[in-house]
């Protein structure tokens, strides 16, 4: 199984590993590419080709990763040159999937979407995949991956990603805006305490986490609530996930961020401002 | 112990049959109260007094359990007569509670709130509760009763309270709105198990049972979100709860109520216009 990668971030270096490690023939190309991303394919194993069109020919299954905002443009790089299945893994719409996918000359395309940290789950995070070739690409689950297959459709992955993007945001900005009026009452706690009833035995030590995460990535929050929004339009006037991303903007101005992430939810209310 | 209560509806009544078996004297005054509440009333047991004046007098606890709008209204009628505690167990803001148990003259006042549903727990529902005489109050679960003391202040039970309310309303409108979207693309089966990943086991049941609850009940969600909306504002402008009722008032708008509660989210997704 020959298997390549546009783009060697932290995503193709963890997976780059555990294919190895698995037998598998791993490529990449570095023409163009940051400093950072040339030490990231210093693993050894990785054969790197001189260019984007050896790459695309001698990939049976080659995977984009790179910034979402390249994923059109290096598509379109090798869209005429793609003899396997290309694989769009970036975390983008599904409007720019489907426009990606549609420009691959060979119509042998999948829309993947990782589901959880690459950084905790390696090689084995889940991946949901959607398209045409998406049964042929979850063969790669024989070498380590865990593909689920979700739909027929380019598109499907990235709008499930999406969704469930809208509601773990959404839950965060919740749960920051209510326990913040709890702090401000001196009743924090004793909220937590109350909404854990109904919520689980998991629920204190989620929240905490969800906070702290949230409120620290408060920035990075916003720009992915902005994707999220610009989707729903679509369909019907988003009001919950409008109010996450205007929540999200209000705190990454309103917020002093510390150098390193807190442990608490109360060092976040702390730095607001 | 003689317990009182000023009005005799659903909680009244259920509080009552438990309190009566646990050997609790329990009394009440129907003057000027509905034909319903007078039924409610007709249980082998409780003491029926003519007037405010003497129930306030003969009860070592006074529960005021009538709807919202009358809660301050009631307490004007014991203000100068109550001789035990008095504790307001209505479903008001921390600004209301505070006001009506202020004009209680001998200031021996509990703020209650009832977290989850009389229906199904009966006497043992849980309360939690503050103010000054929040501990003597508390003695009640010696009679069967399910009493937690939050705090010494009026107010803070029905802070929690309203607080746990913003989130638990907001996570359903949050889940109505995700879901219906995902309805709109054919993938919200999906979409509900990718989140459930993160959430937990029971995520699948307790969403749907939430997005009918919410659904059905979109109406009465509107009222209940008017009030959280109107107390966070004294705080910190509320972009999420603000959105929560903006939500179900969309949604009240824009959905034909069926006669029975639907079993499943897509019935009520169905009735949206």
Known sequence: MQVGFIGFGEVASTFSIGLLENGVDVYTCLEGRSARTVENARINGVKIYNSYKELAENSEILISSVVPAMAFEVAELVSNH??????????????????????????????????????????????????????????????GMNITVVGPENGDASAIKLLRSAYTKGVSALLLETVYHGFKMGIDREVLEYISITEGENFLESANSRMVSAGFHAKRRTQEMEEVVDMLYKYQYPFMSKATLEFFKFMSQNFKKPSERPKNYTEIFKLLY
Chains 1, 2 share one sequence.
């Open 82 to 143: 793609s003899r396997g299945i290309y694989v769009d893994m970036n975390n983008v719409s599904p409007e720019t999937v489907k426009k990606t996918l549609h420009i691959i000359e060979n119509g042998k395309t999948v829309d993947a979407a990782i589901i959880g940290s690459v950084l905790k789950n390696g090689l084995g995070v889940k991946i949901i995949a959607s398209g045409p070739f998406a049964d042929e690409f979850s063969e790669l689950n024989d070498y």
